[in-house]
């Protein structure tokens, strides 16, 4: 099939969930055409069968905010036209899902007939889409779509309650490339430069905003710090890290912190890591934590959203509720603290995520492609 896919090319899940899938497709022989305004980081260097097209935006002087849908809408027409499109697969709604719906109706005035489907990945219906004022337009591009994925039951569940929701929403879980994972190389040397003295090693990724609860996970880690030796990684930035270091040097935690930023090889990283935290306010889904499961890093997590149908309470990892430090902190020095019961977790943690795997998750999309293009 020769597929369109929109997406994000930040390092979010939703970016990286539409580049791995795309990535997997074009694996298979397919034609992918990734569409956005920057290559999306995943993406790496060329790859057989895979193209990018760029959304031009120009900063004509009189907008005080650019058009961006406008011009993603006639980037879509452009690409479906001329690199004769089957389908349109649009991740995240806003403003990817109406911006496929216009320049549906474009291709339609044209008698060229694109279905697209929407993948909703989380922030698209909770945070934003929440607010009143995006609703109007969220609801009617949902249900103009050929056909609506979720990426956990929960945020099915979530869509279905704030937005009068017509068409069916298929859930189809995140994923993950087991291969590769199965005998992650610890690299020893990164282990060696952040925990010289076989120190126990904590770690969180993400794009560091409120909703991530990053205080939580550096109060963890103070918790955690006072019964034995421990680092914390910090992967990723957004505008809470900032806030979280400064907490670390009143409390005098920066020597065992180490804050690294946005990196491309977060499976890397994440491999010499004994534990995983995930303290968020809600995740529809959690992928950042299935990235930690895979190279077999169990998680202690919030149990809000989707979380909980990735982590499983007492086998891959632990769950409480939303700021339930304590609590979280507890699991955690008893998990850190039992050689042999971590190792079981680490391992554990590894057969959960296996149930992501992409081989698994693949053909569910292929099925709902091949069902919606005539
Ligand atoms: O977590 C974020 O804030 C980024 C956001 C995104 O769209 O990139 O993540 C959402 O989509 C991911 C991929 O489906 C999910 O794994 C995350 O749980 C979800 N984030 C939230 O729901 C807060």
Redesign the pocket.
Same mark, same amino acid.
């Given at each position: 099939m020769n597929i369109g896919i929109v997406c994000?090319p930040t390092f $979010? $899940? !939703?970016?990286?969930?539409a580049t791995e899938l795309g990535k997997a497709l074009a694996a298979k022989g397919h034609c992918i055409h990734f569409i956005s305004y920057q290559q999306p980081v995943r993406l790496g260097s060329f790859l057989e069968n895979i193209s990018y097209h760029e959304v031009n935006v120009s900063n004509y002087p009189l907008f005080d905010y650019q058009p961006y849908e406008l011009v993603l809408a006639s980037k879509l027409v452009d690409v479906v036209k001329y690199e004769k499109l089957d389908l349109l697969h649009v991740h995240?709604a806003i403003p990817h899902a109406s911006a496929a719906y216009m320049a549906q109706q474009i291709l339609k005035s044209e008698g060229i007939d694109i279905p697209f489907i929407t993948t909703l990945?989380? =922030?698209?219906i =909770? *945070?934003v889409g929440k607010d009143k004022s995006f609703e109007p337009v969220i609801t009617f591009a949902i249900n103009q779509s050929n056909a609506v994925t979720a990426?956990s039951e929960s945020l099915k569940q979530e869509t279905l309650e704030y937005f009068k929701i017509k068409t069916a929403i298929n859930v189809i879980p /995140?994923f993950i490339c087991i291969e590769g994972c199965e005998h992650p190389d610890t690299d020893e040397e990164l282990k060696n430069s952040i925990a010289p003295n076989g120190e126990k090693i904590l770690a969180h990724v !993400? /794009?560091f905003?409120k909703?991530?609860r990053v205080k939580d996970v550096v109060k963890i880690f103070a918790q955690v710090r006072k019964e034995m030796p421990c680092k914390l990684l910090l992967i990723g930035d957004g505008p809470e890290r900032h806030e979280a270091e400064v907490y670390c040097r009143e409390k005098g935690l920066s020597d065992d912190l180490k804050v690294l930023g946005k990196v491309k090889d977060t499976e890397r990283i994440l491999s010499i890591a004994d534990l995983f935290l995930l303290p !968020?306010e %809600?995740? !529809? %889904? $959690? *992928?950042?934590a299935l990235e930690a499961m895979a190279v077999g890093v169990p998680v202690i997590s919030s149990n809000t $959203?989707?979380i909980p149908e990735v982590n499983e309470h007492g086998f891959s990892g632990y769950l409480s509720d939303v700021g339930d430090v304590n609590e979280m902190a507890k699991n955690a020095i008893n998990l850190l603290g039992d050689e042999e019961k971590l190792n079981q977790f680490k391992l554990q943690a590894f057969n959960q995520a296996k149930k992501f795997d992409i081989l698994n998750v693949l053909p569910m999309y292929e099925k709902l492609y091949k069902s919606i293009v005539k």
């Open positions: 994000y $979010g $899940g !939703s970016g990286v969930v995240y990945h989380g =922030t698209d =909770t *945070l990426v /995140n !993400s /794009n905003r909703v991530k !968020s %809600f995740e !529809s %889904f $959690g *992928l950042a $959203g989707g």
